[in-house]
């Protein structure tokens, strides 16, 4: 006899997120095992088997789990605080040997926003913008609430419990806060700061996304690059998904867009299973200044593209996609599809007109007659 398959599916997730099932779990499994000793092993099977099906279709759900978090969130502000001011604190460490003079901070996938209020205690001088996905909230009140919706409602409530000069910090906060897709082909809400930024910082982000767009991090780097000033800094602090863990992989592609890898350190294992994704990584990179990204390139395995002009498959035009190889006049692109909450990866074989490269720094960081002189001395250097 088989798990029944919602628990069978909370097994999965509770093994994938390195949890220990909890009691109800345990009671269905025993009671379902009908006292046979073997069961265990058939439970283990049906796992693994679901877990391969979910690869192959490389969109496993891990909604259950995100969205339980998300409703405790939503409801318990002190739980909340105590849980991710722990989290802010390690953060800044990490973060405080590399932040330069005044400026901005960009926070990517803030959630609550009680990570970001903590650097803006930390840093005054600095203005730090919370940012997330734009879900709106849903009419009915029993709903959860989740992205910019939630980041505005736990700000504005954190500036109520706050005397001065926080409640002030904490409001300004809440009206500077931005919806930042960070899979959207450009940033838009954040373009004003473009190459103005001290640090950009994107933590726990693949941590629940991963598993349905496991290339994001790439999104993450080439937009950063253009935010970020010359000598600013990038902090990611995430699970092991799409290469992260790989050092050459991330500085390949970091030196594409303009970043260089200062530091790309294992943290820790993120859970009791031996899935590679759930390794946690610290990684620190810092912008260098432009010359690299404005010399043409042409398009490579690894590179974050923007799709357009599909006719098989309109809905994944104005998507962006990292390529894999080049075979018979097509690449293979893997596309994040989907909006908001509900993406996945999409791989399809498009043909070279259809994409264009998301590579090159769009900043102005660097004056147009240096530009050119800087680009005659490294040709120089290449042709010597
Ligand atoms: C697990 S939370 C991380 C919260 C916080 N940064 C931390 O370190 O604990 C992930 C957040 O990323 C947001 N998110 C998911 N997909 C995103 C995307 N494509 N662009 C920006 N934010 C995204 C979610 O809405 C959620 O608030």
């Known amino acids: 006899m088989a798990l029944d398959a919602v628990a069978a599916k909370q097994l999965q997730m509770a093994m994938l997120s390195g949890q220990r099932p909890g009691a109800e779990l ?133 500036a109520d419990d706050a005397s001065s000069p926080h409640r002030e910090r904490y409001l300004s906060m809440c009206e500077q806060s931005v919806c930042l897709d960070v899979l959207q082909p450009v940033w838009q809400e954040v373009g004003h700061l473009n190459s103005s930024c001290a640090a950009v910082v994107c933590t726990a982000l693949l941590n629940t996304n991963g598993f349905k767009t496991p290339h994001m991090w790439r999104n993450v780097l080439a937009g950063a690059a253009n935010l970020l000033r010359e000598e600013g800094v990038l902090l990611i602090f995430d699970c092991n998904f799409g290469g992260l863990g790989d050092r050459n992989v991330v500085e390949a592609f970091a030196h594409r867009v303009g970043l260089e890898v200062v530091e790309h350190a294992f943290h820790h294992h993120g859970g009791q299973n031996p899935r590679k994704e759930c390794d946690v990584y610290k990684l620190i990179l810092r912008r260098t200044n432009r010359i690299e990204t404005l010399v043409a390139h042409e398009h490579s395995s690894g590179d974050l593209v923007l799709i357009d002009g599909l006719k098989s498959n309109p809905k994944l035009n104005g998507k962006t996609g990292v390529l894999d190889s080049l075979e018979d006049g097509r690449w293979g692109v893997h596309i994040a599809a989907g909006v908001t909450t509900k993406r996945k990866t999409i791989s399809v074989r498009v043909k070279p007109e259809n994409i264009s490269s998301l590579m090159s720094s769009t900043g102005k960081l660097l004056d147009p007659v240096l530009v050119a002189d800087q680009i005659d001395a490294v040709m120089d250097e290449k042709l010597a």
Not at 43 to 69: A, F, G
Not at 71 to 95: N, W
Request: glycine share 4%; charged share 30%; hydrophobic share 35%.
């Open 26 to 158: 345990v009671h269905e499994i025993k009671r379902a095992s009908q006292g046979d000793p073997l069961f265990i092993n058939k439970v283990m099977e049906q796992v693994m088997k679901m877990t391969r099906e979910d690869e192959q279709q490389n969109v496993p759900d891990v909604d259950m789990q995100q969205d339980d978090e998300v409703d405790v969130l939503a409801t318990d502000i002190s739980a909340i605080r105590r849980r991710e001011e722990c989290d802010a604190e390690q953060y800044i460490k990490m973060l405080e040997p590399y932040i330069g003079a005044a400026g901005h901070i960009v926070d990517i996938g803030s959630m609550s926003g009680v990570i970001p209020s903590c650097y803006a205690d930390h840093w005054p001088e600095h203005a730090v913008i919370a940012s997330d996905l734009d879900i709106p909230k849903h009419p009915d009140p029993t709903r959860r609430v989740r992205g910019m919706s939630l980041l505005r409602e736990t700000l504005s409530q954190l």
